[in-house]
Structures are given as structure tokens and as C-alpha cells.
């Protein structure tokens, strides 16, 4: 999961208001919140009242997908939200997956070298065992952030090295060629005997590939696109080229021959150069791996859309249509919608909106140009989201449902857009 910086607003926002044919298609979705008790929101009275548990929707997304033959899930952290029976019972109706946000993260469960604690991990693996559902491992080689200060170069090496990013050092790091290796094994062997073969996905490596900033690009990335991170410099980016990453998936897939193995990425949606350039960069990576007989299943898009950002339909669906060709299916693996960036001046309900129609071209562009296996938001709760965590004076919606587990049009728009996939075989934009 990345955070983005924030920019000026573009002078074409007014150009993202819903157009007349958008706010017909916003009332016909509202046919699926109409099902949903308190959808719109309580009445004044209601809300002074002790509140019961929202009623179930008439069609969860979980149905909607499992008529597609795809997972649905999302990510939950019990050590950052308080137990929430109301949670626990949103997750068991509508998830088939489970992501701990930050229990499988290296730097989490072992952040010291040698000593475990495995008390997110477990919570996540147990939550998934409870309802049946399957967990995740997000994630074990993190290129830019998660890892311990022991898993970071040394800190006198970074003038030698001549990367600028402090995040890869650390005055405590000893990660070297010499230990990269053993370490990684090491981890991999603990998680497999605490857990055993359990996994649906492992994000095998997360956001390895380069996000441009005016100081980031081009010095902080190889040809390849690869940032030069702690990884990439322990494991010989700079001598094995685009194979640096091989033998990770294979030791994965070894000790976890039942998982779908992903390489986890964000920042490929927007019309903007820098984006463009990371599919293309992302594509000849994939093809290569997939020459080469590497065992990665698909490709993960961590899929963190941008209200107030262009979306580019028509790139995404030449990529997608790319990567169903190299026999890969795709795995949304954090989707959310973040609103920041759109005028403060909207209304609520233009806000949702803006948000409930990009993810729903989105969806139909990834369910008709890709396999869909798995779609997994970023919490399905709203005010769990880390952008509500962020900016909690917005209260924003980046997830499909409410604080009161209510849902949202994002909900609408994503199981309308599953459903017409479902009943017509092509999926509609808006």
C-alpha cells in the first residue's frame, strides 16, 4: 500500500461531474441500495437510537463475484481496529478471502532478527479459518517499505551506492548478498511451518517497480524499471538483470506449491506518462518471467483508484487484454477509491458518485480484458480504510460500505457491474 503525494487540483476537474447518462445509471444502481435497510442513511430519530446490525443486502458482492467464479475479500488488521462483532459478521457474509493489512508484513511478525510475533498473523489466519474463508500472505518482499531496520542496507553505504531513497537504510542494517538469501528462506520455512500449505495468494513481491516524484526518476530506478531498493541490491538487480527476481518465486512456489504467487503492484491506472511507462516497463517483465518459466499465476493490482485523476480506460484495457494473452489472470488486491483529490465544494452524494462511476469502468474494464480470480478491497469498511485514517475531517468513502456497515454506491456500482458481467457476458461502463 502506497500513499501518493497530493497535487494541485488539474483544471479539467469540473469535466468530472457526472454527466445526465451517469446520474440515470446512479438511480437505476439505486435499485440494489433500495434492498438494503438504512442504505440512504438514518433519520434523525434513528440515528439518537441504539442502532442494530445493517440488514443483508438482497445480492452481496460475494455473490456477485461467485457467479463469475471470482474470490471476494478484503484486508483486516485486528491490532489497528478494535474487535467489532458487527465487522466479524460483515467479513463471514461477504468475504471468501482474507488479507491481513500489516500481520503478514516482515516487518510486523519478525522485527527483530530471529524473534516472532505472530499475533496479526494468527488473528488474520484465524478470522479467515472462522468463516470459512481463505487467508492471504501480504506480504514477503517489500521493496520500499514493511521491513525491519535489520533487513535495510547499512547506512554507510548509501554515498557508495548512490541511491538517495533513505528508505532502503538504516544505521541497524545488515541485509548484504551474503544474508539475503538465508534470511528469505528462513522466513518462508517459519511462516510454512506455523501455517502450513493454507494460503490462496502470496504477494510474493509488492511494489518492486519504480513510482515517479521530481527526485525519484530516473536515478532512483534501473532500466528495467526496478527500484534500486534494499532488495534489488542484496539479491544482484544490477548484475541478473530482470532474473533478480526468479528464484524467490520459485523457493515460494516450492513451499507453497498450492498458492497463487503474484507480483504486487499500484500506479498503472492514471493517463499520465510515468504510469504508461510502468506498464510497459511491468509487461516485459511478465513476459520474460513467463518465458522463462517462472511460477507466478498472475498479476496483483493493488488497484487504489483516484477520484480527480484521469483514468485511462483505453490504456488499462490494451495491458489487461497484454496479460491474458501470457495465460496470467489478475487479482485486485486492495482496491479502494481515495476522494481527496476531488473539489471540496461537492456534495456528498457528488463525491460518491464520482467514486461509484470510476470504479465501476474500472471493473468492467479488468472483467472484459482479463481473468478475474480475486477481488479484494482495501477493507470493506470505509472508516477502516487507511484514508479515512488519514483524513478523518473528510470522512471519506474509499471502501463499499459505511461505519455502520451499510453499503455504499461504490457497493452498488460494483455489484451492478459483476451482475451485468454475469447475465449479458460484457460488463457495462456507465
Known sequence: MITLPKPRLPSWLPDLRPTRRELLWTVAAGAVLASCRGATGPAPAEAAAPQPDAAEPAVTLRAACRALGIRHGAARDHFIEPEDPTLDRLMARECDVVTPENGGKWGVFQHSEGNYDWRRFDAAVELARSIGAMPNWHTIIWQHMGMPPYMKLPAGRQAELGIDEDAYFSPEGTLSAENVWPRFTGVVEAVRQRYGDIFYRIDVANEVFFWETVDSHPREQDRYGFRRGMWWVAAGGAEKGPE???????????????????????????????????????????????????????????????????????????????????????????????????????????????????????????????????????????????????????????????????????????????????????????
Open 244 to 430: 533478480w527476481l526468479d528464484p524467490f518465486f520459485h523457493h515460494v512456489h516450492a513451499a507453497f506449491p498450492k498458492a497463487r504467487l503474484v507480483l504486487n503492484e499500484f500506479g498503472i491506472e492514471i493517463d499520465e506518462g510515468w504510469q504508461q511507462r510502468k506498464r510497459a516497463y511491468l509487461l516485459d517483465w511478465l513476459t520474460g518471467a513467463v518465458k522463462r518459466g517462472v511460477p507466478i499465476h498472475g498479476i496483483g493490482l493493488q488497484s487504489h483508484l483516484i477520484g480527480g485523476k484521469p483514468y485511462d480506460s483505453a490504456g488499462m484495457r490494451v495491458f489487461l487484454r497484454a496479460v491474458d494473452k501470457l495465460g496470467l489472470t489478475v487479482h485486485l488486491t486492495e482496491m479502494d477509491v481515495d476522494e481527496t483529490r476531488l473539489p471540496g465544494s461537492w456534495s456528498r452524494a457528488e463525491k460518491d458518485r464520482t467514486l461509484a462511476l470510476l470504479a465501476r469502468r474500472y471493473l468492467a474494464d479488468v472483467l472484459d480484458n482479463s481473468r478475474l480470480e480475486e477481488l479484494c478491497w482495501w477493507h470493506l469498511r470505509s472508516d477502516l480504510n487507511f484514508i479515512a485514517r488519514e483524513h478523518p475531517a473528510l470522512s471519506p468513502h474509499p471502501s463499499p460500505y459505511d461505519a455502520q456497515s451499510r453499503p455504499l454506491p461504490l457497493y452498488a456500482a460494483a455489484v451492478d457491474t459483476l451482475r451485468d458481467k454475469s447475465r449479458t457476458g460484457k460488463a457495462r461502463a456507465g
